[in-house]
C-alpha cells in the first residue's frame, strides 16, 4: 500500500513538473524578447531568474525520477538522497545568479538607458500569473526539501514579477530611469534570502545532521521513560531525504527473555514513530554498562542482544 501511494505521488509530481519545464521555457523566451525591446535590465534579470527556475525544475524532474526507484545492493536506502542533492546545487545556483544580477544592475546605474515601461508591465503582468499558478501546483510537495527549493524559486519570481509591475508603472508616472536597475538590485536581494535556509537544510541532511526541529535530549527522555529501559546511549539521528528521518541508539535494560525485550522494542519504535515520525531504526539492546571509544560502544560483558527494526 506505501508502495502504491509512493508510486502515485511521484507520478502526480513529475506531471506538474513536466507542465511547469513547459511553461516555464515559454516566458524565458517571452522576457528576453520584451526585455530586449524594452531594453529592461529588471526583465532581463527576470529571464536569468526563469532560467535557473527551468534548470532546478529540470533537475528536480529528475530527482523525482531517481527517488522512485527501489533500494539495490548497491544503493541500500535508494534514492533519497537525490532530491536533496538537486537542491543544495540549486541554492548555490541562485546565490550565483543573484550576484551577476547585482553586477549588471550597478552598471547601470552607472550609466542609465531609457526603459519602456508599458512592455515591462504586460510582461510582467503574464509572469506573475504564470509563476504564481506553478508554485501553487508545487505546494502540494511542499515536504519534500527537492521540491521546496523549486516552490521557492516560483515564489520568488512570483514577487519579483510584481516589483516589475510596480517599477514599471514608477517609470511610467515619473520617467527615472534608475528605477530599473534598483528593482534588479531588489530581486537579487529576494534570491540571495531564498537560497539560503535551503542550502542550509540541505547541507545538513548531506552531512547527516540532525534533522530540523528535532532534540536528540528529547528523544532521549522519550525512550528512558518507556519500561524497562535503564539507559541509553550512542544515540544517533539523521535523514536520508527531506521526509525520511532515521535513528540508532545503544539501550541499556536487564537480563531478560528476547519475548519480554521484544515488547520493549516495539514500545521504542511506536514512540519514535508517533512522536518524531522516524520509522526506520536500529536498536542494539545490552544488558551490561558500556564504555564508549571514538563512537563505538564496547560491552563489559559479553552477554548482550541486538534488536533492529525497520
Request: charged share 15%; proline share 3%.
Amino acid at each position: 500500500m506505501h508502495v502504491h501511494a509512493s508510486d502515485a505521488r511521484n507520478g502526480t509530481t513529475s506531471r506538474v513538473l513536466r507542465i511547469s519545464l513547459v511553461v516555464t521555457l515559454a516566458y524565458i523566451v517571452l522576457l528576453v524578447v520584451a526585455g530586449l525591446r524594452a531594453h529592461s535590465l529588471a526583465l532581463l534579470s527576470e529571464a536569468g531568474h526563469n532560467l535557473s527556475d527551468f534548470v532546478a525544475l529540470l533537475m528536480s524532474w529528475g530527482a523525482v525520477y531517481l527517488q522512485g526507484r527501489p533500494p539495490s545492493a548497491r544503493k541500500t536506502f535508494g534514492y533519497n538522497r537525490a532530491g536533496v542533492l538537486v537542491a543544495f546545487v540549486n541554492g548555490l545556483s541562485l546565490v550565483l545568479i543573484a550576484f551577476y544580477i547585482l553586477y549588471e544592475a550597478f552598471r547601470r546605474l552607472q550609466t542609465p538607458v531609457d526603459v519602456h515601461a508599458g512592455i515591462m508591465i504586460w510582461v510582467a503582468a503574464a509572469g506573475v500569473v504564470m509563476n504564481g499558478a506553478i508554485a501553487l501546483l508545487l505546494m502540494r510537495g511542499h515536504r519534500d526539501i527537492n521540491l521546496r527549493s523549486a516552490l521557492l524559486h516560483e515564489i520568488g519570481d512570483t514577487l519579483s514579477t510584481a516589483a516589475v509591475i510596480a517599477g514599471g508603472i514608477m517609470i511610467a508616472l515619473t520617467g527615472e530611469r534608475w528605477i530599473d536597475p534598483a528593482l534588479s538590485v531588489g530581486i537579487s536581494v529576494m534570491i540571495l534570502w531564498s537560497s539560503i535556509g535551503i542550502i542550509r537544510e540541505s547541507l545538513n541532511i548531506l552531512l547527516e545532521g540532525t534533522p530540523s526541529g528535532m532534540e536528540l535530549q528529547r528523544i532521549e527522555e522519550i525512550i528512558r521513560t518507556i519500561p524497562g529501559v535503564n539507559d541509553v546511549h550512542d544515540l544517533h539521528v539523521w535523514s536520508i531525504g527531506s521526509d525520511t528521518h532515521s535513528l540508532s541508539c545503544h539501550v541499556a535494560i536487564a537480563d531478560m527473555p528476547a519475548s519480554e525485550s521484544e515488547g520493549i522494542l516495539r514500545l521504542i519504535r511506536e514512540q519514535m514513530g508517533k512522536r518524531f515520525h522516524i520509522h526506520h531504526t536500529t536498536i542494539q539492546f545490552e544488558l551490561a554498562v558500556c564504555e564508549v571509544a571514538d563512537g563505538c560502544v564496547i560491552p563489559i560483558s559479553p552477554a548482550h542482544e541486538h534488536g533492529h527494526s525497520h
